[in-house]
């Protein structure tokens, strides 16, 4: 059985960090493209940011530059730095893989104070 297990979100003031991890179970992080998504309030869930199995990132647009996504091959665990936060950057951070079907964390809260 998949399961995803986001944590490290949180308060945090504009121009600060956060790091969120996903600890993956019943599956492989490195064999996988893992996704981060954010679902911001009122707001569909969109795509921030994917690594694939051989190493290559992308982010989307209003991120690059102050995300940063990587993995933990040992600890089958993906982060998601997260550095000069503002407030549009608040939202709940999903965990996302696709292996024959999707596979969601539970979520995390990242509230940007100004």
């Known amino acids: 059985q998949v399961r995803l297990m986001e944590s490290g979100g949180g308060s945090v003031q504009a121009g600060g960090s956060l790091r969120l991890s996903c600890a993956g179970s019943g599956i492989i992080v490195s064999w996988n493209a893992m996704d981060w998504y954010r679902q911001r309030p009122g707001k569909q869930r969109d795509l921030v940011a994917y690594?694939?199995?051989?190493?290559?990132?992308w982010y989307t647009a209003s991120v690059r530059g102050r995300f940063t996504i990587s993995r933990d091959n040992a600890a089958n665990t993906v982060y998601l730095q997260m550095n000069s936060t503002n407030a549009e950057d608040t939202a709940v951070y999903y965990c996302?893989?696709?292996?024959?079907?999707?596979?969601w964390g539970q979520g995390t809260q990242v509230t940007v104070s100004a």
């Open positions: 996302h893989v696709f292996d024959t079907t999707d596979y």
């Open positions: 690594i694939m199995p051989d190493g290559r990132t």
